[in-house]
């Protein structure tokens, strides 16, 4: 395989030169430090650009996108067509297509970006000390930010957008199944902002796709600032638990929909099949619903014929399941169903007694992304609210709404299921770190 890096020519926008080398190589480890040093040395540069600049460099990453949609898509069909010929999941098969809608989608994210305002600068908090001094808290890039993906090439904009807006280098590793499309959409988009302005290593794909080569950016500590991974549970705990670099911890969507006693039953119905079939293949769509003993009756019926209506197949515990004796989209949970991130057509379905069952329901088995309650109850939406330790609580709306778009931040890095430095969806601000700047004019401090 040969490895491209910021020396070698870029593609031209729409070139054929975006057919790359087929997706399977070993870098070695000198090879991926090698990438990591040409990121921090952009990032220097980076840090100090002015919104102006980032900003055209974004609009212009959008254009190209747009210009070089047919061979992004060629690419991108080569991988789709390795996946199938490999019996890849329909559901994976879909985070990894790309289509004309959804090339024009990520140009519209980058564009989006470029309105957004820029954090880099902001101050987050200031005073003036007793002693004259005036203190300052700012908004100021990470550095170098790797990100770790699986499948969703869409990913390699969103997150070279959102990691340029916000001052920093992006160097990403997306999964050896993505190779051709991301390969692809790299060199577009990198060769765009370089034509605008930014440092050439601004944007770059980590040579290699086998597994050490994500082995040797976890352990680039001191060149990488951190790493964000976003995928599967095997994949992000291989991250936490083997990096030396930090990590920001995006978590799997084993999200739940709690439909209350006091639930408007009808409105129930409709946010669950929204939240489970919009699009089964995303970290927000539910995974479980829980519904109250005394709405079960009336409930279960009607969730049943409209989740099968909608292809979807119900996992169900005892007392669900004898709501609905003859359905046949309806087979029997075991206990894994209750933690498993389906990504598909399925979903774990159980009745409670009560709202707090609920909650110890979602503690058990929950991970942390969104859980959402359908009810009438303003005393029972503040207790689930209290109760429930997730990054996103929804009251009466559909768990979808977790994204970074949605909230108005933009593209989003990732969903965040852990609670220090970020949570929930990762924005602009989120790729920030602070620093302190202290202004005198000649204070020194008294011996103590």
Not at 201 to 206: F, I, R, Y
Not at 215 to 220: N, Q, V
Not at 260 to 279: F, Q, T, V
């Amino acid at each position: 395989m040969t490895v491209l890096d910021s020396r070698e020519p870029r593609a031209a926008v729409g070139s054929p030169a975006v057919a790359v080398e087929p997706g399977s190589g070993a870098a070695t480890r000198e090879d991926v430090l090698a990438a990591a040093r040409r990121s921090r040395a952009a990032a220097a540069d980076l840090a100090v650009l002015p919104r102006a600049a980032k900003d055209a460099a974004l609009l212009a990453m959008a254009d190209a996108l747009e210009s070089a949609a047919d061979a992004i898509l060629q690419a991108n069909a080569k991988d789709v067509a390795a996946a199938e010929a490999t019996g890849t999941p329909a559901s994976l098969i879909d985070r990894l297509r790309l289509t004309g809608p959804r090339v024009t989608a990520m140009a519209g994210g980058l564009r989006d970006l470029a309105a957004l305002p820029d954090p880099v600068g902001e101050v987050v908090r200031g005073s003036v000390l007793p002693n004259g001094l005036r203190l300052q808290q700012i908004r100021v890039p990470m550095g170098v930010v790797a990100i770790i993906y699986e499948a969703r090439p869409n990913v390699t904009a969103d997150a070279a957008g959102i990691a340029l807006k916000s001052g920093n280098a992006a160097l990403l590793r997306g999964s050896g199944s993505a190779y051709h499309s991301n390969r692809a959409l790299v060199d577009v988009l990198a060769a765009a902002a370089e034509r605008a302005g930014l440092p050439a290593d601004a944007v770059q794909l980590v040579p290699g796709t086998d597994r050490e080569s994500v082995k040797y950016l976890m352990t680039a500590r001191g060149l990488v600032d951190v790493i964000i991974p976003r995928g599967g549970a095997g994949l992000i705990q291989a991250v936490v638990n083997g990096s030396t670099v930090p990590v920001i911890e995006t978590g799997v969507g084993n999200c739940h929909v709690y439909v209350d006693a006091a639930a408007d039953l009808d409105m129930a119905l409709e946010l669950l099949i929204n939240s489970k079939a919009r699009r089964p293949s995303v970290c927000n769509a539910a995974e479980n619903v829980l519904v109250h003993a005394d709405v079960a009756e009336r409930f279960v019926p009607a969730a049943v014929a409209a989740l099968a209506e909608a292809g979807v197949t119900v996992h169900a515990d005892a007392a669900f399941a004898a709501l609905v004796p003859d359905a046949t989209t309806v087979v029997p949970a075991t206990e894994t169903d209750w933690d498993t991130e389906y990504l598909s057509l399925d979903i774990a379905a159980a009745v409670v007694p009560d709202l707090d069952a609920a909650v110890a329901h979602i503690a058990a088995h929950g991970s942390g992304h969104t859980e959402a309650i359908v009810t009438g109850s303003l005393a029972a939406a503040d207790r689930f609210v209290a109760r429930v330790d997730a990054a996103a609580v929804m009251v009466n709306a559909s768990t979808a709404f977790t994204d970074g778009g949605e909230f108005g931040f933009g593209a989003e890095i990732g969903i965040s299921t852990q609670k220090l430095h970020a949570r929930g969806p990762m924005g602009l601000a989120e790729l920030t770190s602070t620093k302190y700047v202290v202004t005198g004019a000649g204070q020194v401090r008294a011996s103590s």
